[in-house]
């Protein structure tokens, strides 16, 4: 740690290219093209989503904020100090020091794939809070993740906010869910945003955003392929679209060909038909009973759970 009260953790980014490469090949491959949502957040994808979270059609970003914000006495009860907060996908931070504020940690730790961006909210928190001790981590976290030897001794909580969790099909985030455990160790706990299920027309729009800024994140992921992998895809045919798929409880985002397209990737060729889609993202909503179900899967105890004043966003807190 130098007196900026940051360190870096060394990341294999060679690593993260090849992981991208193979997950989408594999999903262009598919009868149903998709790409996991987690491409999405290179630095530009980072930065558009943080744009989205101002657009006023995209609430969860507002409403989530709202909950940390007002619940500080709250979690300052439940949580209590001392803890070491791992933010699993910490982006740009800016919901954090609502939290730190709130909880008085004993360090924190930012955990993000976006790494120049990591490094830079890092810095910016590190010095909105000085003297706490800052650790950000340059990694995948759907993998179990080696936490900074400074806080191995601290009982972890992990805060997972932005509703990201939901970005994962059940199975695959009850996977993380134990993986943060094990991630976190003995005695910890888990703060963790889950939006919840309302109006159609209410969740296709914060999806689907007038100012088509929404449409720019999906499509900059056709763009980082073509920039990236040697791709040849003609981003000017795709269309942004957002559905909600009522039986899995999920907004879907789509890139929609407008015509017949044909293009490369990394060398392989692959073909649309006007009409067909590549799968973007998942965005699952719950119930305050699913979400409760999703929690215990992954080996988390909900205790706690607070809603924002329209009720239409959750921050749940589990122990482990
Ligand atoms: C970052 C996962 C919270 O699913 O609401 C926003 C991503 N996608 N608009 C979400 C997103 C399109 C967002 N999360």
Redesign the pocket.
Known sequence: TDNSGLKLVDLDEAGVDRAFRADVLSGMREAQKAIP?RW?YDDAGSQL?ED?TQVPE?Y?ARAETEILKTRGADFAEAIGKGRAVVEFGSGSSVKTPALLSAIQPAAYVPLDIAGDFLRAAAADLAAKFPGLPVHPVEADFMRRVELPAEVADLPKLGFFP???L??MVPRTATDLLRTMRETLGEGAMLLVGM?LIKDVAVLEA??DDAGRV?AE??LNLARRINRELDGTIPVDKLEHEARWNDQFAR?E?HLVAQDDIAFEIAGEEFSMRAGETIHT?N?HKFTARSADKQLLAGGWTPIDRWLDSEKRFSVVLAEA
């Open positions: 949502a999405l989503y989205i995209y969860p932005g509703g990201t939901g970005n939006d914060a999806y929404t994140f999906n907004i985002m993202e965005s």
